[in-house]
């Protein structure tokens, strides 16, 4: 089977059992319906390995959600658990399957033509402070209906603790702004980008850092040339 549609078909189930598991008026009831999550997990583990081979066996193989899926025969609490254990079983297959289908990449360029398409438009007046670009990209970002958090790491590094802009869990990814708005701003961005890069992968696999330039940056192309050297890591230069 296409491993679009094995992606498309564990997506699916795993949006669905994930809003099942939300709290409610009664989260219990809500999870009654537990078996037909874990028998889709459950038919789609042969389905990914028949795919992928060794690698998905290792990672699916060995785990079978629910030998016992009669609500009648179990409490409502053992109802959460397999909803549970159903949702976290196809959003990681959902994940995996992603990653395979080469989604993530092409999900990441869609995120930087959204930016470089309405960044420029979304601010009024010249920002004055990385703030105004920060909250423009979060309009942006909401206006697309985009899943992201916004300030709420932290990720240790060293002496000092580094909280990204913007997470994107799914996308395993950080958005950071800069801001160029004077003359000689650019080789103490290039720092301050070269010191947040080692911090963010620690922790994830692509950084895209958003340079928003007053008119400062003369050669955009050697400025992005070392940084993107660095693997998946991302910068776009976007003019006033």
Known sequence: ??????????????LAAEKACQPSRDSYVDCAGYPAYVLEYNRLVPLVIAEFGDEATALFGVINIGEQINPHSATRVAWRVWMNMAAAGLTRMAAYLQDKCGQTDEQVSEIIDLISANLR????????????????LEVIFRARGLDFRRETVGIQYSSKTFKPDFVFDSLDMVVEVKLCAASGKEKAL??????????Y????????????????????????????????????????
Request: proline letters at 2%; hydrophobic letters at 50%; charged letters at 30%.
């Open 1 to 14: 089977m296409d491993a679009k549609v094995l992606y498309r078909m564990a997506r699916a189930a795993a």
């Open 121 to 136: 438009a979304a601010l009024f007046e010249d920002p004055k402070g990385e703030k105004e670009v920060q909250n423009a």
């Open 190 to 199: 290039v720092d301050e980008i070269n010191a947040d890069i080692p911090a």
């Open 201 to 240: 992968q620690t922790r994830y696999a692509r950084i895209l850092f958003v340079v928003f330039d007053m008119g400062f940056i003369r050669d955009e192309a050697r400025f992005r040339s070392g940084i993107e050297s660095n693997a998946g890591v991302y910068v776009m230069v976007v003019k006033k």
